[in-house]
């Protein structure tokens, strides 16, 4: 903290500046969940881009740059952006993005067009009519009740009510919509008027958000904590108020980096709002990254894992077969990592940690099971055996087309499903090849638990093909 | 005439001739610079959009902001000048280059989806560059002002250097698209089968995502954002309209890009209140509405004319059909041999007609005058006839359609109640060929015109369809 102490912090400035961007946050992320969810993601940079004309033309008409009429007219042509996308993708069968392509760019030249025209005979800067700063919010105050309050804050106050209100009153409807839309008709929900009124406040949000406070932290604001919250969640009013609180988090951060960040490098504050937008990104990398859901470390920990217990298993298997046949080849690292294709760190690491957990032995370069070694992997075999069985027997597959889908399967068995596999295949004592099926051991399921077929998609989740039988 | 009024349509024929020559300097290069970009976003342009990529350019020019940025805060320490074009173009590129690998990073590996990827990167890039410039203005070396023109553009004061860039990044990325075409066509229509066959399918978006760089950036600095935009997405979106052959599209993308620069910037130089930026979007607009409207493959109305014509055709089927039925079901024995003219002549009710499926009266009688004018139905007060040929042309549709039936409930086994509905679906679709192959099938006479007996009550046809 002593490095913004350090620059001027002013309560009343500050304090406003992260308000109206908390606000604009919050506002934007209500709507950007369903954006998000329905595959309209630019549509706040679209509408942001596509208001110009309404602008001018509110301009041309009063003939003042007084707020209302210049709100309106942008709120108009925002839900036309909306409409006209829709439409163009409705009746061209047009990709989306490439409707509202075409929309926004036509819109916006326009409404040059129209300015340009008019500034024989007035002066409107596209630039400065059109995009207000958040950090000039606290200079321009309103009165409510005593107390003294910038209109920036009212403002997307309003907006973020509306929006709440909206989100909580079509809550079902909005909810069914984006997930399933064909169902939604079906059960007679004005899917087309919730979709308006979404587009309608989207519009809104923009037009508010971005003549206070700029026009990048809406496109931002509506994008990057909805995604960032998908990552997290799966569950809409988790997402919701996941993406609100990053949206909230990252317009405080934002701020604070604004001021404090230049003056490590010898600079006075930065733009607040590209700071904030900044901010929301990096937010949403940390999510992508470190995510317990579906982050990326997470996943790769998470397949990592399971490759390794699977090469672990077939270590057990393979040293289990050979010493069933008596072989008198030696079981050598070298040997199996040849076998069972894998790399010799992976083969050393599942090596040592089944020595450690003593399951396997080692005399020399070789290697034979333990007791409970050889308990284990004869459930393993089991598995692999009852399934060829079950293949041949049941699902018909020619002998020599088993071993790799019972292969693949073994590792997913557990204790139950073996059992009612001996049941379907009338309790064999020796599978397809005619070798033995090891009983059921004295230990309880060695196999882990977790990862028994009967979880149903446990193989889809971790990322392997599904069997083919 | 007054004399001043026709002094100044001197003048303006004058300026015609000026601009439309390409007599000034100015006009000539803009002209010329424009056209070149245009022609080749359009062919960038086709294929981003077949790859449901419209807006990349979108995401990709916000994304050059902090490049940019970074270029001018950087360059000095190098010994170079912060604010020369090639400086900046090379730090937007590279930025550009982070901002297209960060979208296929988060689309390959996230379960977020491809506009989501757009709009975070377009966000994010955006306001790390307004805070970088932030910086910049704060340089004691000072003058970063103008910096923000370069995503904005500048394109009434196109110079010569601007034009060489455009041809000179228009040619690397139409030679880069040519060379990866057959590659990038099957990623663009079929990604799943272009990585089942082994193509390297992040390689090959890599190659679209460069030329998208390479023609952004050059574009960017001289015409702006939203016109570089409008090039990259709008005539590809037109020339879809006309085509569904990639090689054509792309072709026909370069082609209204091309003539819509040319026309909008030569209609700017003529009125100087008419921004040339503007101008051409507005004008490749209209090349998009007219193709949206009148497009030979996928027009609106050509779209239009095809469901009207299914219709009519639908609707010729379900008329005569509807009144072949209703006079089998005439008491007054109905005579089913195939010669057989008897029924001919023989009135039965509109009102039965028009409850026997759920249609308007207005679209049936509607057929029914079509086929009066055709010769093919008689009407009356409340009834209607088949003439000779009508109940030529009724006995054919309905055997087509009882062919049909009997298909299925002998060698698809579907239930008897059914068959109706699922033989109305496929009935306007039977080539004669598929007929000769039922009559084989069915053992029934080949070419024949013998009726067969409908697979299940008339009656109850009319009812389901009353109810449903």
């Known amino acids: 903290m002593t490095l913004i102490a350090a620059t001027t912090w002013l309560w009343e400035l500050d304090g406003w500046i992260i308000a109206a961007g908390v606000l604009c946050a919050v506002a934007s992320s209500l709507v950007g969940n369903f954006l998000v969810l329905r595959r309209m993601s630019m549509l706040g940079d679209a509408v942001s881009h596509a208001v110009l004309p309404g602008l001018a033309a509110a301009f041309l008409i009063t003939g003042s740059r007084q707020s209302l009429p210049m709100f309106v007219g942008a709120a108009i042509v925002g839900v036309l952006t909306a409409l006209l996308t829709q439409w163009i993708r409705n009746f061209g069968k047009v990709d989306e993005g490439a409707s509202m392509g075409v929309v926004f760019t036509t819109l916006f030249a326009l409404g040059l067009v129209m300015i340009v025209q008019a500034a024989d005979t007035v002066d409107l800067d596209p630039g400065c009519v059109l995009y207000g700063a958040i950090e000039f919010t606290p200079l321009d105050t309103l009165m409510v009740g005593n107390f003294d309050i910038p209109r920036v804050v009212v403002v997307l106050g309003i907006v973020t009510i509306i929006n709440l209100l909206f989100v909580m009153l079509f809550y079902k409807e909005l909810k069914l919509t984006s997930f399933d839309p064909v169902l939604a008709d079906t059960m007679g929900l004005p899917s087309a008027w919730v979709h308006y009124g979404l587009m309608t406040l989207v519009a809104i949000t923009a037009v508010a958000s971005f003549e206070s406070v700029g026009n990048i932290l809406v496109v931002a604001m509506m994008v990057v904590p909805a995604a960032a919250a998908s990552m997290l969640t799966d569950r809409l009013p988790m997402l919701i108020l996941i993406s609100a609180c990053i949206g909230a988090a990252s317009a405080v951060l934002g701020h604070l980096t604004a001021i404090a960040v230049p003056g490590w490098f010898g600079f006075g504050s930065t733009s607040t709002a590209g700071m904030m937008a900044l901010t929301a990104g990096l937010l949403f990398s940390l999510v992508v990254v470190f995510s317990p859901k579906s982050g990326l470390l997470f996943n790769f920990a998470r397949r990592q894992q399971l490759a390794f217990s699977i090469l672990g298993e077939d270590v057990l298997a393979y040293v289990y077969r050979y010493e069933e046949k008596d072989e008198p080849q030696a079981i050598t690292r070298k040997r199996m990592q040849k076998k069972l294709i894998a790399s010799s760190t992976a083969t050393s690491i599942v090596l040592a940690w089944y020595r450690w957990r003593g399951m396997l032995l080692q005399r020399g370069d070789q290697y034979g099971l333990s007791e409970s070694g050889r308990a284990s992997a004869a459930l393993l075999v089991r598995s692999h055996r009852l399934w060829e069985q079950y293949l041949v027997d049941q699902a018909g597959v020619a002998t020599d087309r088993i071993h790799g889908q019972a292969e693949r399967l073994e590792h997913f068995t557990g204790r139950k499903f073996r059992d009612e596999l001996e049941r379907q295949t009338a309790y064999p004592s020796s599978d397809p090849h005619g070798r033995p099926i090891p009983a059921e051991g004295v230990n309880p399921d060695r196999v882990n638990p977790e990862r028994a077929i009967a979880e149903g998609s446990a193989s889809n989740e971790h990322g392997l093909e599904k069997p083919t039988s | 005439m007054s004399v001043p009024a026709f002094v100044s349509l001197c003048a303006q024929g004058d300026s015609w001739s000026r601009v439309l020559l390409l007599e000034d300097y100015n006009t000539r290069l803009v002209v010329i610079a424009t056209t070149l970009l245009g022609l080749a976003a359009g062919v960038v342009g086709s294929f981003t959009l077949l790859r449901k990529r419209a807006l990349l350019g979108d995401a990709l020019s916000h994304a050059t902001l902090p ?47 491809e506009d989501t990827a757009l709009g975070i990167v377009l966000s994010v890039f955006f306001g790390g560059g307004l805070a970088l410039l932030g910086f910049a203005q704060q ?66 978006d890599l190659v679209l995502m460069v030329t998208v760089v390479l023609v952004t950036i050059v574009g960017l600095q001289a015409v ?124 039965v009710s509109a009102a039965a007609l028009l409850s026997s499926r759920t249609w308007s009266a207005r679209r049936m009688f509607g057929e029914v005058q079509r086929l009066r004018n055709e010769g093919l139905l008689r009407a009356r007060e409340k009834e209607l006839s088949l003439t000779a040929s009508g109940l030529v042309e009724a006995r054919r549709l309905t ?9 299925l409930i002998t060698h698809a086994d579907v239930a008897a109640e059914r068959v109706d509905r699922d033989a109305e679906r496929i009935e306007d679709c039977l080539e004669p060929v598929m007929i000769d192959e039922l009559e084989t099938l069915l053992h029934e006479a080949r070419g024949g015109s013998g009726v067969p007996v409908s697979p299940h009550g008339i009656e109850s046809t009319i009812n389901v369809a009353r109810t449903s």
Not at chain 2, 73 to 89: E, I, M, N, Q, R
Not at chain 2, 92 to 97: C, E, N, R
Not at chain 2, 399 to 407: A, D, F, I, N, T
Request: aromatic share 8%.
């Open chain 2, 67 to 113: 490049g940019i940025g970074l270029a001018f805060l950087f360059a000095p320490s190098l010994g170079l000048d912060g604010k020369s074009l090639p400086v900046l173009l090379v730090g937007a590129a590279i930025s550009g280059s982070v901002g297209m690998t960060i979208i296929l990073v988060i689309r390959n590996l996230t379960k977020l989806k």
């Open chain 2, 139 to 204: 340089m004691p070396e000072g003058h970063a002002a103008g910096l923000e023109s370069f995503i904005y553009g500048k394109t009434a004061s196109i110079i010569a250097q601007d034009a060489w860039w455009i041809l000179t990044a228009g040619t690397l990325s139409l030679g880069l698209l040519s060379v990866f075409y057959k590659e990038l066509k099957l990623l663009c229509f079929d990604e799943g089968f272009a990585s089942s066959r082994g193509y390297p399918t992040v390689g090959l």
């Open chain 2, 224 to 347: 702006g954002l939203i016109l570089m935009i409008a090039l990259l997405v709008i005539p590809a979106a037109a020339a879809g309209f006309w085509t569904g052959n990639m090689l054509r599209m792309a072709v026909l993308s370069a082609v209204i890009g091309g003539v819509s620069c040319m026309v909008g910037s030569v209609l700017s130089a003529l009125s100087p209140g008419l921004p040339s930026g503007a101008m051409i979007v507005l004008t490749s607009a209209l090349f998009f509405l007219v193709s949206m409207l009148i497009g030979r493959q996928r027009g609106v109305i050509v779209q239009a004319w095809r469901r009207w014509r299914t219709r009519r055709r639908i609707d010729r089927r379900h008329v005569l059909r509807g009144i072949y039925e209703l006079l089998e079901m005439q008491p007054t024995s109905f005579v089913s041999d195939e010669t057989s003219q008897a029924a001919a002549g023989k009135w």
């Open chain 2, 399 to 407: 055997r087509e359609h009882r062919l049909w039936e009997l298909y």
